[in-house]
């Protein structure tokens, strides 16, 4: 079974690599390498380690009852950054054609992730509100 | 308090539901914060839209410069002619056939959206005026060079659609060189990048 399994995904493997080279006229493996490995150690190298860290600082930084507002606030932002990151950078602009990317996206930025605290700091508020209504009881 | 309790299974992380909640959150956030680039209405609640409505010549945004498309000196020519089967129109010839104006969307499959008001000839128009008939495919052929968007098929559908323009203007105006001067595709329900630019062949398939 498990060499009908290995024997499969070789298959596929090199029906992948045939099709890098044949599917476009002018095939650039360099690049496709460059993102299939480069993802994986972006990923081990920078963010696993990053994640790790900013878990042990926020143990010991935040309380257990407002850790999941923190928990969220941060998962929302590195989503904010991702897509605000290249746009701050400055990718994918062309002198020819000022109508890519008109906005100021480090304000855009700023703007957007103030919005997502303002909402974390909210829900906080609201939860503390809600347990000096219920806890005298 | 019971939140500290070893026990408590939240204690700390994100519940179940929490996490959905985050993970809705941060899919409204980012649709809200890039959703200008296609709905113009919207596009001052979105900081991060790659596009705005109103960018680029014209208040309308592009997509390929005449520059990339190395057009700067066809497009200008003096001596631009639009060949539609055995037809050959100067650009003045081709403004003195009745015009029209429609209010049509570009489109883009980037995800970006914007009107223009464009003002030119019905492709049907031309089509007839050429002696082509009314079940045939079309193409159009740009001045640009290269590029896998160069040309663009329509189908009788599309050409045979009063909406179906080769635009000459836009917003009252010329087209810029960027829209696609002398003259561009502009039909409704297509996709931006089969409205072809700086047209200069009709070719009957």
């Excluded at chain 1, 045939?18 to 994986?40: E, N, S």
């Excluded at chain 2, 299974?9 to 890039?34: Q, Y």
């Excluded at chain 2, 539609?84 to 970006?112: A, D, K, M, N, R």
């Amino acid at each position: 079974m498990r060499r009908l399994l290995y024997g499969a995904g070789a298959v596929l493997v090199v029906w992948g690599l045939y099709g890098l080279f044949t599917a476009t006229r002018h095939p650039r493996p360099v690049p496709w390498l460059q993102f299939f490995v480069g993802a994986v150690a972006v990923h081990d190298l920078v963010v696993a380690p990053a994640v790790i860290v900013i878990g042990v600082l926020l143990a010991r930084l935040v309380t257990a009852r407002f850790r999941p507002y923190v928990i969220s606030g941060l998962f929302i932002s590195g989503v904010v950054l991702l897509v605000g990151l290249p746009l701050v950078m400055g990718k994918g602009l062309r002198s020819d054609n000022p109508s890519i990317q008109p906005l100021d996206y480090t304000r855009g930025l700023i703007i957007t992730l103030a919005i997502v605290w303002a909402g974390v700091a909210l829900a906080m508020l609201i939860s503390v509100s809600r347990r000096k209504n219920t806890s005298p009881r | 308090m019971a939140e500290s309790s070893p026990r408590e299974p939240s204690a700390g992380g994100l519940s179940r539901r929490g996490f959905l909640t985050t993970v809705g959150a941060a899919a409204g956030v980012l649709t809200l914060a890039t959703v200008g680039a296609t709905v113009g209405p919207l596009s001052h609640l979105s900081p991060l839209a790659t596009r705005r409505a109103t960018s680029g010549p014209q208040n309308l945004p592009v997509n390929k410069s005449g520059r990339a498309a190395r057009v700067e000196e066809t497009a200008v020519d003096p001596a631009y002619k639009l060949v539609v089967g055995g037809l050959s129109l100067s650009l003045f010839e081709l403004q003195s056939l009745p015009q029209h104006t429609e209010v049509l969307p570009i489109t883009c499959v980037e995800g970006w959206s914007a009107v223009g008001r464009w003002t030119g000839v019905r492709l049907r128009d031309l089509l007839d005026r050429a002696g082509v008939g009314q079940d045939r495919w079309v193409r159009v052929e740009s001045l640009e060079q290269a590029g896998i968007y160069r040309t663009s098929e329509v189908s009788p559908t599309y050409a045979r659609d009063p909406l179906t323009l080769l635009a000459l203007r836009l917003g009252g105006e010329p087209l810029a060189l960027d829209h696609g001067y002398p003259c561009r595709l502009i039909a409704p329900n297509r996709p931006g990048v089969l409205q072809t630019k700086w047209v200069h062949r009709i070719v009957t398939l």
